[in-house]
């Protein structure tokens, strides 16, 4: 048993602790101490999965906004849907490390994550989940009741999520359906209802979901067939280009049917155009074997999501001018 000035200085060593893939950012440099394996459960060290959560919920919005040629509610809107995904993105990481503490223990990317560090203990965890849930929550009320129904639907797909990849080769499906989630709220918020545009804009991201996971998922793929865990990065192989090019030209066809169906102008199409291009370019430029490759072109997701959000914002405003 350690004496006392060792417990102590164990505590600050676990709380000063980085996390493998995610080193010199802001919660590393600037954060309390305290604070840091919290911020680190909830990803804000590594804030690229909640853009991916919010992409789709502003594309929707833009699109939403432009089909009813009213852009005033589309500002606050876009505030609110930011605040929401980052809640619930730290929310869903949270729970996906709880469920898969054990397994983030054998994989050296993920062993050094709060829980499998000892950094916070379950309990600690669940709390602060739930602490998370309840900012998501007061976000959602503040939609119209159809919006607030469709939000909650959300959360059983969230749930199961963290389990598939013990089951299936296809767990990237069950992540693009949750994170695909938004192309449907922008339309439940703005326009109280979820037509064909919004189920193909849904689709269309289900699709795009699917192929950049799969590039993430290259980094852990020789951990993963030690430990047995599934993902269509193993299943795909040296066939992930292929797949790649399949599921990313699914992506644009089905977004371009949404935005055909809402009738949108120039700009909107060229967003779409802009938004192909950049996938094409990741697909030219992945090579699976090198893991710090895969996270940087993973990473420019981001990016491609904001060139198409730019097109359709710019269209909505030219539809309600």
Not at 29 to 40: E, G, M, N, Q
Not at 130 to 148: K, P, T
Not at 265 to 286: D, E, K, M, N, Y
């Amino acid at each position: 048993m350690g004496t006392p000035g060792n417990t102590e200085a164990n505590v600050k060593s676990a709380a000063l602790a980085r996390v493998a893939d995610a080193t010199g950012n802001w919660v590393d440099t600037l954060a309390p101490p305290w604070s840091r394996p919290y911020l680190r459960l909830a990803r804000l060290d590594r804030p690229i999965g909640s853009w991916l959560l919010l992409l789709p919920c502003w594309w929707s919005a833009a699109l939403a906004s432009a089909l009813a040629h009213d852009v005033s509610r589309l500002p606050l809107t876009v505030a609110l849907f930011c605040i929401g995904a980052f809640a619930m993105r730290g929310a869903g990481c949270t729970w996906n490390d709880i469920t898969d503490r054990d397994l983030d223990a054998k994989v050296e990317r993920t062993r050094s994550r709060p829980i499998p560090a000892g950094q916070v203990g379950v309990g600690q965890a669940l709390a602060f989940l739930v602490a998370q849930a309840l900012i998501g929550l007061a976000v959602l009320l503040q939609f119209n009741r159809f919006a607030v129904v469709t939000g909650i639907a959300s959360l059983a797909i969230v749930a199961v999520y963290p389990f598939m990849k013990r089951i299936t080769w296809w767990p990237q499906i069950v992540l693009g359906l949750a994170f695909s989630w938004g192309a449907l709220m922008g339309f439940a918020v703005i326009l109280g209802q979820i037509g064909l545009p919004a189920l193909f804009l849904y689709a269309g991201s289900v699709a795009w979901v699917i192929g950049y996971d799969t590039i993430y998922a290259h980094q852990d793929t020789e951990d993963d067939a030690l430990i047995g865990v599934k993902s269509t990065a193993r299943l795909f192989g040296e066939r992930t280009h292929r797949a790649l090019i399949v599921f990313y030209s699914l992506a644009v066809v089905l977004i371009g049917v949404a935005i055909w169906l809402t009738g949108a102008g120039f700009p909107a199409w060229l967003g779409l155009a802009v938004f192909a291009v950049h996938l094409g370019w990741q697909i030219a430029r992945l090579r699976i074997d090198d893991p710090a490759l895969c996270l940087r072109v993973f990473k420019s997701n981001r990016d491609a999501g904001l060139l198409l959000f730019a097109g359709l914002l710019v269209d909505a405003v030219m539809r309600a001018a």
